[in-house]
């Protein structure tokens, strides 16, 4: 599986907190809401991540 320079920050981010959200990736990477939301998106169509919740309260875990 190929990452990006932002995927991995964000693995790596997700490995050290257990959880993300879209707005930490933005604060992290300096990127716009949209995009930090696709980025999130690429993870989960990788099989990397899952969610829980839903809307606003939705977070990002490592997959088992």
């Known amino acids: 599986i190929f990452l990006d320079k932002d995927e991995i920050k964000i693995m790596d981010f997700l490995s050290t907190t257990g959880k993300i959200t879209s707005n930490d990736v933005l604060e992290i990477l300096g990127?716009?809401?949209?995009?930090?939301?696709?980025?999130?998106?690429?993870?989960?169509d990788k099989g990397l991540i899952q969610t829980e919740g839903k809307g606003p309260s939705t977070f990002y875990f490592l997959k088992e």
């Open 31 to 44: 990127i716009a809401k949209r995009t930090s939301q696709l980025k999130l998106k690429n993870l989960l």
